[in-house]
């Protein structure tokens, strides 16, 4: 089993019992908090996901680390000590990033990455917003880059669809349409 498959079946595991303690958000910014934590000190993560540490020493450690954390979530506390306990402490950054995944589903939200030619306004930021809104159904969060070369409308990639409405994109169906013609 990959890792990524095993940290997708703890980040459902711990949603599904931080939506029943009505935490599920609470959950998220604890774990994100954690991760970046852990992140932020290079031998605390060398520490953790280093195989020759044992698991009761990683527990010991992550302990320590949660109780300087403060006020993290019960859910949160028990599923981190038991990845410890199992020395799953390195998919740690993987569970946070897919249960801020699921819970953004749960939310009805969805990311969209959009590339324009020049930087938005706020009207063509709200429009666009609402058009990928309409066709997926969902709340859209943006995040925006400027590229260019796409020389003019916009490129957006919501999940795994592409929206390309950009004059490059329409210049090579030009292009493709008038060589089939001849």
Not at 84 to 100: H, S, V
Not at 144 to 165: K, Q, T
Request: aromatic fraction near 2%.
């Amino acid at each position: 089993m990959s890792a990524r498959s095993i940290s997708r079946r703890y980040a459902v595991a711990l949603f599904d019992v931080a939506r029943k303690a009505g935490s599920e958000e609470k959950a998220g910014r604890d774990l994100s908090e954690l991760v970046r934590l852990i992140g932020g000190h290079a031998e605390l993560n060398r520490v953790l996901s280093s195989p020759a540490v044992p698991a009761t020493a990683k527990r010991a450690i992550i302990g320590a680390v949660m109780a300087q954390a403060g006020d993290l979530s019960a859910e949160v506390r028990r599923m981190v000590t038991m990845l410890a306990d199992r020395d799953r402490l390195a998919g740690l950054p993987q569970l946070a990033a897919t249960y801020a995944e699921l819970l953004l589903d749960a939310q009805r939200i969805v990311s969209a990455d959009v590339v324009t030619a020049t930087p938005l306004t706020d009207a063509s930021r709200a429009a666009l917003s609402a058009a990928l809104g309409r066709a997926t159904g969902k709340s859209v969060r943006l995040t925006e880059r400027v590229d260019p070369a796409i020389v003019g409308g916009v490129v957006a990639r919501v999940g795994s669809f592409v929206y390309d409405g950009s004059v490059t994109r329409q210049l090579e169906r030009m292009r493709d349409k008038l060589n089939a013609s001849n």
